[in-house]
């Protein structure tokens, strides 16, 4: 399967207007991390969602990639100001993962290994908007951008974007995950330019 997701507009924008207030066009792909880049290996690899009943739902690797990959094309938005437009990515939709999960939780605390967290309302991994990436342009995910799996959230501020996710707990609220801490926007959307509180 292979498509392109669209903009809310339902219309995908031209280069010109696909530049959210106050970002800059870069050609590379910078590595921002808080910490050190963990060493995870697909073959101990585990993606766990905990529900509202404290229940984790878990998918090992062949797992993950049973559920079907897609073929995306989305732009990245930084919160430092860089854009990256067009970028192929490969990777399993959150709706995906969500079919086997219930829950009345209505948000989510995004959980990587090396202990960064970030959180988001379930409404903005649901629907076509966010995936477990494993590849991007063309090749297996590399390290430092949050290999072997990172979360990948095109339509926020990239920080919205958990690289080397391990898990998702389910929350009744929209607790703060590492650097909406620090006074980042509790919600991250680059067309609102939502960078800090
Ligand atoms: N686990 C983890 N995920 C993370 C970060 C991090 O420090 N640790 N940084 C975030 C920020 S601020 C950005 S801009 C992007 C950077 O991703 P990149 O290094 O692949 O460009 O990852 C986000 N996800
Ligand atoms: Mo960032």
């Known amino acids: 399967m292979s498509f392109t997701t669209r903009g809310f507009s339902g219309r995908r924008r031209q280069p010109e207007t696909r530049l959210p207030p106050g970002q800059t066009l870069v050609e590379k792909w ?15 690899w585990e993606l766990t969602i905990q529900d509202e009943t404290g229940t984790d739902h878990r998918w090992n690797w062949d ?13 990245i938005h930084c919160v430092t100001h860089w854009s990256k437009l067009g970028m192929a990515w490969r990777g399993v939709s ?8 219930g829950s009345r939780h209505q948000y989510v605390m995004a959980h990587s290994h090396g202990g960064y967290t970030t959180n988001l309302p379930l409404e903005d991994l649901l629907g076509g908007k966010a995936w477990i990436a494993i590849e991007a342009e063309g090749r ?3 390290p430092e951008h949050g290999g072997p799996a990172r979360l990948l959230v095109p339509h926020l501020y990239f920080w919205k974007s958990a690289k080397w996710i391990r898990g998702l707990t389910m929350m009744p609220g929209n607790d703060p995950g590492f650097w909406e801490r620090y006074g980042y926007h509790i919600h991250g959307d680059p067309w609102q330019e939502q960078r800090y509180r």
């Open 140 to 142: 297996p995910l590399h």
């Open 94 to 101: 959150l709706d995906k993962l969500f079919e086997h999960v």
């Open 63 to 75: 797992e993950l990639i049973a559920l079907g990959v897609e073929d995306i094309t989305v732009d």
């Open 30 to 44: 910078p590595v921002l991390s808080a910490g050190p880049t963990p060493v995870v290996d697909t073959a101990d």
